[in-house]
């Protein structure tokens, strides 16, 4: 593979890896892999408000995060939280996405999509201003650059905090859809951006496996703008291989420019296997 490391151009520590052929250097549409010091900081909560009332947004500060470095939408940190059952206990570990951070200000946000049961979603539900958490990463970012011609972001609940933060990110005029299953109405988010911004939003109760036809036939609507497209999805992990197999199989969309990750797996305690297995 024809993978070459270049200079540290994101920070202390970082290294840039591009995923493509390094061997077109200036090519369009490269998408390009940074690695970042691990790094582990203490937070502390200061805020938790109720973005939506499946959806917790939590604030955090620390002296730690004046250095903490999340350059791409999608970036995850893992989230330990310590077990009941003794001290000796190691704590679990869950991925988030960092939803907004601030150097300066030396705070960090974080959505929790509340799903029922499991470490994260029981923290989040109960958490209060003061309480401790500690985390881990950014490890790497995926940096896709604001070259493409229109984006299409798919996804369920656990999807759209990176959802958002790649829309609030993206170029001015820029056509950006975003296909999302959510639990009601009540579920629906706005995000601010420059970018031309076309939500649908996929009402369906609770995630379930009827999620993969009612995205598809949401997306069989989808007629792509002119020119080239990058196509992210996330959520549930048979969901998000289906999606991507549509994607890939009927619509024929380059390989290259999609990103698929299984953010959870149904029926699996944090079944995802790993940061963003790939679906
Ligand atoms: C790269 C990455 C970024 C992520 N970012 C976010 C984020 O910013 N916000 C967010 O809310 N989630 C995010 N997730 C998903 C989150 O890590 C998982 O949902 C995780 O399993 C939650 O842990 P838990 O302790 O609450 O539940 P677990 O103990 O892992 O699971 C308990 C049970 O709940 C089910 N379950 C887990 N997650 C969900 C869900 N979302 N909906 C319905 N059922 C579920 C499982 O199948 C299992 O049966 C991200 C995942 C990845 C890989």
Do not use: C
């Not at 250095?67 to 939280?81: G, W």
């Not at 601030?102 to 999509?113: C, E, H, P, R, V």
Request: net charge negative; no cysteine; charged share 25%.
């Amino acid at each position: 593979m024809n993978r070459q490391d270049t200079q540290d151009r994101q920070g202390m520590g970082t290294r840039q890896v591009p995923e493509g052929d390094a061997s077109k250097p200036g090519a369009p549409h490269q998408l390009v892999r940074v690695r970042h010091e691990l790094r582990r900081r203490k937070l502390l909560v200061t805020s938790v408000e109720s973005l939506t009332p499946r959806m917790r947004r939590i604030r955090f500060t620390s002296p730690d995060l004046a250095d903490f470095n999340s350059p791409s939408p999608d970036d995850h940190i893992k989230l330990f939280f310590s077990q009941q059952d003794g001290a000796a206990a190691q704590p679990v570990m869950r991925d988030f996405t960092p939803r907004a951070f601030d150097n300066a200000g030396k705070s960090l946000t974080i959505d929790f999509a509340i799903h029922g049961s499991g470490p994260a979603t029981e923290w989040a539900a109960g958490a209060q201003v003061g309480q401790l958490l500690e985390i881990g990463g950014p490890r790497g970012s995926t940096l896709v650059p604001d070259d493409f011609d229109w984006y299409l972001l798919i996804g369920d609940e656990s999807a759209l905090p990176a959802i958002g933060r790649r829309v609030e990110a993206l170029r001015s005029g820029v056509p950006v859809t975003t296909v999302v299953a959510v639990a009601n109405e009540d579920e629906k988010q706005t995000f601010t951006t420059r970018a031309s911004w076309r939500p649908t939003w996929v009402v369906r109760g609770e995630p379930g496996e009827q999620d993969a036809e009612l995205l598809r036939r949401a997306l069989v609507g989808f007629t792509p703008p002119a020119g080239d497209g990058f196509v992210w999805i996330a959520g549930e992990g048979s969901i998000v291989r289906e999606v991507r197999t549509y994607f890939v199989e009927e619509r024929q969309h380059p390989s290259d420019w999609i990103k698929a990750a299984a953010y959870w797996h149904r029926g699996t305690d944090d079944g995802h296997g790993g940061p963003g297995t790939p679906a």
